[in-house]
């Protein structure tokens, strides 16, 4: 299933968590962080300064969080993008 974005949104793929330290302790599921950063998958046609492919880093508490086929997914809004790394 291909997910589209309309006018200005943007549909990024999350990163996943981590699962060990930078040490090698493992981390339990309800102790890891949620990154808030992804890579762009497809932007909508309103959309300027982002193409997909792009790292990006975006507001914490931003978006709409979607899940298909095992696989997590962010639409967000070109307002909500901070930087692109």
Do not use: C, F
């Not at 599921?29 to 762009?40: G, L, T």
């Amino acid at each position: 299933m291909v997910l589209k974005p309309l006018k200005n949104r943007i549909v990024a793929q999350l990163d996943k968590p981590k699962e060990k330290t930078e040490s090698g302790l493992l981390l339990p599921s309800d102790s890891k962080e949620k990154p808030a950063y992804a890579v762009v998958l497809s932007v909508g046609p309103d959309v300027k300064d982002i193409k997909p492919k792009d790292k990006i880093i975006y507001k914490e508490y931003s978006g709409t969080n979607v899940k298909l086929d095992s696989e997590e997914y962010i639409i967000l809004e070109d307002k909500d993008i901070l930087a692109t790394l």
